[in-house]
């Protein structure tokens, strides 16, 4: 089973700063097939990013995904007040598909 | 717009079996090219991936669980269903539905439902 490791646990910035979250892999993920997901306290889980590059139906521009083989990150170039969450890695290249433990993204 | 809806007991005693169906609408769970899928996150906690199925019938398991758990569809209703058995206290969590789509349609998780809070509790 592939362990996902997210970074920082939080990471607490201002409105209009840039937030970047690391996942780390415990090996490498085919295909670069991981996903990044936005969670708000109640809410299920949102698809932010799949293939670790390509933004999903209707996000912002602001969110970008990057990475390949054991290193990906999640960028959000200037945070607005709706983007403060918990984030979450997936990788669905190896069955089970994993998740990280999450990032939470706390207004500073 | 596609949306999934979870429905089942909130309470399951102890060594019993839970079972949540859920309901798909604005699409039908028959068309090619998705995993129905369920995730639970225990409280506070992170998501833990249960299993899936195709509309053919065919399933897969989190080996973790695998011994305990069993999906079925009903395409007639559009609907698919979870039973996990010998519950415990470690099963309470909040379960969701979800479609996971296919690799050659990105692989990611695009809809889920609103989640169930299960709790296991004589």
């Known amino acids: 089973e592939i362990v996902l490791t997210q970074s920082p646990g939080t990471l607490s910035l201002s409105p209009g700063e840039r937030a970047t979250l690391s996942c780390r892999a415990s090996?490498?993920?085919?295909?670069?097939?991981l996903a990044w997901y936005q969670q708000k306290p109640g809410q299920a889980p949102r698809l932010l990013i799949y293939?670790?590059?390509s933004r999903a139906t209707g996000i912002p521009d602001r969110f970008s995904g990057s990475g390949s083989g054991t290193d990906f990150t999640l960028t959000i170039s200037r945070l607005e007040p709706e983007d403060f969450a918990v984030y979450y890695c997936?990788?669905?290249?190896?069955?089970?598909?994993?998740f990280g433990q999450g990032t939470k993204v706390e207004i500073k | 717009q596609v949306q999934l809806q979870e429905s089942g007991p909130g309470l399951v005693k102890p060594s019993q079996t839970l079972s949540l169906t859920c309901t798909v609408s604005?699409?039908?769970?028959?068309?090619?090219?998705?995993?129905w899928s369920w995730i639970r996150q225990h409280p506070g906690k992170g998501l833990e991936w249960i299993g899936y199925?195709?509309?053919?019938?065919?399933?897969y398991y989190n080996p973790s669980l695998k011994s305990r758990v069993t999906i079925s569809v009903d395409t007639s209703k559009n609907q698919f269903s979870l039973k996990l058995s010998s519950v415990t206290a470690a099963d309470t969590a909040v379960y969701y539905c979800?479609?996971?789509?296919?690799?050659?349609?990105?692989?990611?998780?695009?809809?889920w439902g609103q989640g169930t809070l299960v709790t296991v509790s004589s």
């Open positions: 199925i195709y509309y053919s019938g065919s399933t």
């Open positions: 997936q990788q669905y290249g190896s069955s089970p598909g994993t």
């Open positions: 979800a479609r996971r789509t296919q690799l050659w349609l990105g692989g990611g998780v695009d809809y």
């Open positions: 293939g670790a590059s």
């Open positions: 604005g699409g039908s769970i028959s068309s090619g090219g998705y995993y």
């Open positions: 090996q490498s993920i085919n295909s670069s097939y």
